[in-house]
C-alpha cells in the first residue's frame, strides 16, 4: 500500500500523542506520521518531508490551534541544539508526559496493565540542575567553538550557556574557549581526527560548591598547560581539581585511559543526605543532586530495611546507594565495573564511618553468582544498571538467590519493562513503580521500581 501523503505534500493534522523522543503523532488515515516540536491537542499546518512504509516526517511551519500546554522555550538554541527535546512544553506537562509514558511502556513491553505508576516526581525549579557537564569542543571556519550536537549529527551547535546547566559551567566552557583561542590550541575535528582539545568536562558539587574542571586531549601536550591552569584558577575560586584526560581514539566515548593531574586535588566532595562522597573525574555520579536524594530515599523506602538485612547493591558506581542503604542494614555488598568507582566508594565508606560494607570491581553478572557461591544470602536486592538493562544470567542469578525484595533503579523504561516481565514470570510482582525526573526539559525518565515475591 501507498502511503496517503507524499514528500511536500502540505497538509492539516491533529496531533494526537507524544512519543518516547518528544515528537508529536498526527494520523492520515491512520498512517503515522512524526512531527518534532509539535505537542497533543493541537491542530497545525505541516510539510511532509519525508515518508517511508508504515510511517513518515512532518515539519511543523503553523501552529492553528496551540496546546494549552505550550509554552515559550527560553533557551535561544533549542531549535538547533539536540541536548534538550520538551521546552515547548510545560513543567507540569513535562511531567504528566513522564508518567504516561512509563504507563505505555509498561503496557506494550512488559505486559504489566494494573500496576500502580505514580505521579512523577518532579523539581520545583527544573533549570541549570546538572552538576556535570561534557562539552565538545571543535572549530568552524577556523574559530574553535563548543557546545552540544545537532540532534542525529556530529555538528556542534556553538554555545554561550547551556540553562540545564550550572552557571560555572557556562563560565568554564566560555574561558576555555577563549584560551584555546588565544594560546593556538585547535579544536577536534571528528571527521577528520585532527586539532587537540576534544572536551572539557566539568562537575560541580552541589552542597559544597567544590568545581572540577577536565580537559579532554588527543594528545599527550597542551600547549601553554601552565597559563591555561593559572587562568582557569584565577576565574574560579571555587575550582579544587584541574585534570587531563587524554583520548586518542577515533571514538566519540569521551574519556581515554589516561588521566592526570593538573592542578589540586584528585576529587572533588558532595553532601547527599549528611552522606559525604568524593567524587573523581571518570566515576559515575548522579547528575541531578536534587532530584538525586528524592531518588534514592524513594530507593530506601522500597528497600523495606529494618537493620538486619544483607543487602546487594548491583551497578553501585561510587557506592551512593550502597551508602545509603547501609545505615539501614546489617550488611551491603555493592559491585561495579569501573576500578576508580570501586576505590571511590571503599573511600566514601570510609569518609561516612560505615564499616558495614564491602564493594567488588567486575561485572554484576559475574560476580553475583561468585556472592552465591560463597554463600551469601541476599534479603533485598537493589540494582541501577545502564540503558541497556539486565542480562538474561543475571536476572536468573538473582531469581535463584530468592530475596525477598528487589528494587529496580532504570533509566530506560524499555528495558525496565523487559525485565519486570522476566522477574514476574519468575515469581516476583510489581508492587510500584515511582518515575523520578532527572532530566526536566529532556524526554528521560528514570524509575524506581519496588518487586516483592509472590
Ligand atoms: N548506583 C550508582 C551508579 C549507577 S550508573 C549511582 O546511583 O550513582 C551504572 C553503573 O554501572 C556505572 O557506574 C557503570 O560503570 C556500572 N556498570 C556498567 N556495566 C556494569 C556491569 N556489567 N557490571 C557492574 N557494573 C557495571
Known sequence: MKPPVEKNDYIDVFIEDLTHDGAGVAKVDGYPLFIKQALPGERARIKVIHTKKNFGFGKLLELEEASENRVEPPCPIFQRCGG???QHLS?????????????????????????????????????????????????????????????????????????????????????VKKLAADYGIRGYDDRTHKGQLR???????????????????????IPNKKHLVQALKEA???????????????????????TTNLWGADEIYDDIDGLRFAISARSFYQVNPVQ??????QALQYAGLTGRETVVDLYCGIGTISLFLARNARRVLGVE??????????????????????????????????????GVEADVIVVDPPRKGLEESLLDTMLDMNPERIVYVSCNPATLARDLKYLTAGGYSVSEVQPVDMFPQTTHVECVTWLEKK
Open 84 to 86: 534538550c527535546q520538551l
Open 236 to 258: 574560579f575560586p571555587n575550582v579544587k581539581s584541574i585534570m587531563h584526560n587524554v583520548n586518542p581514539k577515533r571514538t566519540n566515548v569521551i574519556f581515554g585511559e589516561k
Open 292 to 297: 538525586t536524594e528524592k531518588l534514592y530515599s
Open 337 to 374: 565495573v569501573v576500578p576508580e568507582a570501586v576505590d571511590d566508594a571503599k573511600k566514601n565508606a570510609e569518609l561516612n564511618g560505615l564499616t558495614n560494607t564491602e564493594f567488588a570491581v567486575g561485572e554484576a553478572e559475574g560476580v553475583l553468582p561468585w556472592w552465591k557461591a560463597q
Open 199 to 221: 572536551h572539557v568536562v566539568i562537575r560541580h558539587a552541589r552542597s559544597t560548591d567544590e568545581l572540577m574542571i577536565v580537559l579532554v586531549t588527543k594528545g599527550t601536550g
Open 91 to 175: 513543567y507540569e506537562g513535562q511531567l504528566q508526559y513522564k508518567q504516561d509514558q512509563v504507563k505505555q511502556v509498561m503496557a506494550r513491553i512488559g505486559g504489566l496493565t494494573d500496576i500502580t505508576v505514580h505521579p512523577t516526581i518532579g523539581m520545583e525549579n527544573p533549570w541549570r540542575y546538572r552538576n556535570k557537564s561534557q562539552v565538545p569542543i571543535g572549530e568552524q571556519n577556523g574559530q574553535v567553538v563548543a557546545g552540544f550536537y545537532a540532534e542525529r549529527s556530529h555538528q556542534i551547535v556553538d554555545m554561550e550557556e547551556c540553562l540545564i546547566q550550572h552557571e560555572d559551567a557556562d563560565r568554564a566552557v566560555q574561558l
